[in-house]
């Protein structure tokens, strides 16, 4: 199925460190979620974004939604521990009301 | 807590079998989406129900069904399963769907093992 390029695939960091990910589609988007899963659960909604150029901060956490529409990026910083888990994007297409959702970072934090 | 429940949590089953898995939205939410997400892989859209009508499918099977009920629970049938099906099935609720801009709350999952 359709899904949205991420990258990078895996991150393994040290505790404290900066982490930085991002999306890029070949269409537009009019929203970008970022999730956040850990195993067996399911995935948890981290910021929602819904205008290009947006910045959002939750905690830690700070996401952009591309001027081009077709991007998002996410940063971690100072991560901790808890951190780990793998981060998915998704954006939903201009025109449709699908979401569509990235193939994952897993990141793995070392103390 | 999203709000969203999934039952069973874990399901195992043979071959050639049919199971249902059954999700209870957000209080207040109409729109129910199911995913499936196989080992190591992304979150793939199966599909969309809003107030008991099918508003998009995606990528499943004709092995797959669900439904919506007036109550607004939904049920994601699998039958004449294969190995290939063992994964996490997830329900997400939201608000509607006519917005531009939905904001989708994922439950737990059913893990679902066809030996």
């Known amino acids: 199925g359709q899904q949205l390029n991420q990258s990078p695939q895996s991150m393994f960091i040290q505790e404290g460190e900066d982490v930085s990910m991002n999306c890029t589609s070949s269409?537009?988007?009019?929203?970008w979620l970022w999730y956040k899963q850990e195993p067996g659960e399911g995935p948890v909604l981290l910021i929602a974004?819904?205008?290009?150029?947006e910045l959002t901060s939750n905690g830690r956490l700070t996401a952009q939604f591309g001027i081009t529409r077709k991007d998002s990026f996410l940063n971690i910083s100072a991560s901790i521990p808890s951190d780990v888990g793998i981060y998915f994007c998704?954006?939903?297409?201009?025109?449709?009301?699908?979401?569509?959702f990235g193939t994952g970072t897993r990141l793995k934090v070392l103390a | 807590d999203s709000g969203v429940t999934q039952t069973p949590k874990h399901l195992i089953t043979a071959t050639g079998q049919r199971v249902t898995l059954r999700c209870s939205p957000r209080?207040?939410?109409?729109?129910v989406y199911w995913y499936q997400q196989s080992l190591d892989q992304g979150l793939q859209f199966l599909i969309h129900?809003?107030?008991?009508?099918?508003?998009a499918k995606g990528n499943i099977l004709e092995r797959f069904s669900a439904q919506q009920f007036p109550d607004l629970h939904s049920e994601l049938n699998l039958s004449s399963l294969e190995l290939g099906d063992s994964a996490l099935y997830f329900c997400?609720?939201?608000?509607?769907?006519?917005?531009?801009?939905?904001?989708?709350?994922f439950g737990p999952g059913t893990r679902l093992l066809v030996l």
């Open positions: 997400a609720s939201s608000v509607a769907w006519t917005r531009a801009y939905e904001t989708q709350y």
């Open positions: 269409s537009i988007f009019n929203t």
């Open positions: 974004l819904y205008k290009a150029g």
């Open positions: 998704a954006g939903q297409e201009s025109g449709t009301y699908k979401y569509i």
């Open positions: 209080s207040g939410d109409l729109s």
């Open positions: 129900y809003y107030n008991g009508e099918e508003r």
